[in-house]
């Protein structure tokens, strides 16, 4: 079946501007999360969502991140305001499971974003 | 210091060569350990859980030493298409998000 799809797969945009990042997830899946990995880093962790549950944001590195998701699927990241730093692969994960431990987290392929 | 540490390599390693990976991990309250591997300018990929008993998975063997806060995976018979980068990955109870080590690279080579 597809897996997790991410759009756009790559953008480039100037300091200060707006970006959006979308990420569809697995149909069924009711965990979604959004990581980023900038050159050379570990993935690090940003916005967590389960179901209809109250999101864990503990990951949002500013005030400038936030995120929604939409119906219990689609979701969409928006940074404002860009800056150089912002530079990352910004990966989407979705998993379904009965309990924490069983958890498999699948990833999309990620939003290569550049800012100039 | 980072949650989780490895050493980024890389291991250059000639095929049918067996490598081990090693990584450490910082909070006593991580309960779930994972190895995950990417592929250059892919998506991280589940390669296998790691268990308490330690578990195999054809050519791959993790071990979990929690009393060290240690990890380790053990690559038998080297392919060439097992060059990757190899993600420690840790879980912290009562947390779903997953905590990354920055990878340790490896270069299988014929």
Partial sequence: GAGVSQSPSNKVTEKGK?????????SGHT???WYRQSLGQGLEFLIYFQGNSAPDKSGLPSDR??????G?????????????????????????????????QYFGPGTRLLVL | RK???????????????????NCTYSNSASQSFFWYRQDCRKEPKLLMSVYSS???DGRFTAQL????QYISLLIRDSKLSDSATY???????????LTFGSGTRLQVQP
């Fill in chain 1, 18 to 26: 707006d970006v959006e990042l979308r990420c569809d997830p697995i």
């Fill in chain 1, 31 to 33: 965990a979604l999360y």
């Fill in chain 1, 65 to 70: 991140f936030s995120a929604e998701r939409t």
């Fill in chain 1, 72 to 104: 219990g699927s689609v979701s969409t990241l928006t940074i404002q305001r860009t800056q150089q730093e912002d530079s990352a692969v910004y990966l989407c994960a979705s998993s379904f499971s009965l309990t924490r431990e069983q958890e498999t």
């Fill in chain 2, 3 to 21: 949650e989780v540490e490895q050493d980024p390599g890389p291991f250059n390693v000639p095929e049918g060569a067996t490598v081990a990976f």
């Fill in chain 2, 54 to 56: 330690g578990n195999e």
């Fill in chain 2, 65 to 68: 030493n929690r009393a060290s």
């Fill in chain 2, 87 to 97: 993600l420690c990955v840790v879980r912290q109870a009562g947390r779903r998000a």
